[in-house]
């Protein structure tokens, strides 16, 4: 296993940059996901690691040797495609030993390995089939196995999961999270999922065209994301982002917003220098940070229903502000409510994000 690093890595094609000036640093031994919508640059990134594309400038290294032009089979990688780029003609058991072959190992030796990593991965009774006479969970376990014949210095995966139903994937996920518990690889996963990086990342690389904006574990970037897009791309739902009026008033901060009643919250120095650029301010509020409220709880928001989706254990409870604002909240409710009801949602203070005009962070009390 071995670590890897970004040093001002950017990635033109043209005038466009897919990849913008990135630094970052994976560590030996951890599961790095690189999460972010459409064409925000992660397949890319990775593919400069694996040797795939040339960055435009800047300079990558694994395990403190430089490998910004080494060839792809010369860095010691292994890696899991989208579409699992299994070789059609090959039976499963030349497909897995695919790796020990181009590097020289005798058949009988390279057959039991495969076999080995096989039946692990529960495909060991598979070994004749072709690729096509085998299912999608099946095949994702055959590219899976091949990455995993010959010990890399470092594990790519390209979304190796978008291929398989909910029911699947949701196992496979399981089951990469115990092998990275169980190996301790050294990984980059590549997700528009945010369930999956949150599952399985030791530290989550969000990035939007082309940039990272936060690199941080799991729980750092639910519990303080550091931009809006962050905050709503993280989070099933994601969080609620409301667009305020903040004024200071007797050394306290006064949020103001259609069909929100909020108590006024500390003042700090942080929001104080944001409301020196702009009043414009949003609040944030996790779904699961919000409750059905009586008329007399302190902070709420009030609109009319929009939908009331049962989800079995929980509902989603989503209100209309209007003008395509919507606020959903995850409860737990009986309650019969219909379209056009208002609604009062509660939400306790401490569980309030603030972001500036610009949609950074502005850090909480003790942050
Ligand atoms: N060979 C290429 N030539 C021109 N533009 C490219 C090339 N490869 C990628 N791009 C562009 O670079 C941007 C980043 O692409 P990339 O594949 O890295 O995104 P991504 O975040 O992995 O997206 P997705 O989740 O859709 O795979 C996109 O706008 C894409 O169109």
């Keep these: 296993m071995a670590s890897v690093e970004f040093k001002n890595v950017t990635k033109s094609f043209g005038n466009f940059h897919a990849v913008s000036d990135v630094n ?3 560590g ?3 599961f790095v996901c ?3 919508p459409s064409g925000c640059g992660k397949t890319t990134s990775l593919r400069m690691m694996a040797g795939l594309e040339t960055p435009t400038s800047g300079q990558i290294f694994i395990g403190g040797q430089e490998v910004t032009h080494l060839h792809p089979k010369d860095r010691n990688i292994a890696m899991v495609f989208q579409d699992y780029a299994l070789y059609p003609h090959m039976n499963l058991a030349d497909n897995i030993a695919y790796p020990l072959k181009v590097r020289g190992e005798p058949v009988d030796k390279r057959h039991a390995r495969a076999r080995e990593v096989a039946d692990v991965l529960k495909i060991g009774h598979l070994m004749d089939r072709l690729p096509s006479q085998i299912s999608g969970g099946q095949q994702q376990r055959t ?3 091949r990455a995993l014949v010959y010990p890399a210095k470092v594990y790519l995966f390209d979304e190796p999961l978008s291929n398989l139903d909910a029911k699947l994937r949701l196992e496979a996920r399981g089951f990469l999270n115990h092998l990275q518990r169980d190996m301790g690889m050294t990984a980059v996963y590549v997700t ?3 369930a999956e990086a949150m599952a399985l990342a030791t530290r989550i690389a969000v990035m939007d065209q082309g940039k990272i904006v936060q690199y941080a574990s799991p729980i750092e970037i639910y519990r303080r994301p550091a931009t809006t897009f962050v905050a709503n791309f993280v989070g099933n739902p994601p969080m609620n982002l409301v667009e305020v009026e903040g004024a200071q008033a007797d050394g306290r901060l006064a949020l103001k917003a259609e069909g929100l009643g909020i108590g006024a919250l500390p003042m700090t120095d942080a929001i104080g220098k944001a409301l020196a650029t702009s009043n414009r301010l949003t609040l944030g509020v996790r779904p699961e940070h919000l409750s059905l409220a009586g008329a007399g709880a302190q902070n709420t928001i009030v609109a009319p229903l929009f939908a009331n989706e049962n989800m079995g254990p929980e509902s989603l409870v989503t209100l209309d502000r209007g003008e395509g604002a919507r606020v959903t909240a995850r409860i737990f409710t009986d309650d019969h409510l219909d379209v056009s009801d208002t609604v009062t949602l509660g939400f306790s203070a401490e569980h309030v ?3 500036d005009s610009a949609g950074n962070r502005i850090p909480a009390v003790g942050e």
Aim: aromatic share 12%; net charge negative.
């Design 24 to 26: 970052f640093d994976i």
């Design 28 to 30: 030996d031994g951890e």
């Design 34 to 36: 690189l999460l972010g």
């Design 143 to 145: 590219s899976l196995a």
């Design 192 to 194: 528009h999922d945010q």
């Design 353 to 355: 994000h603030l972001f």
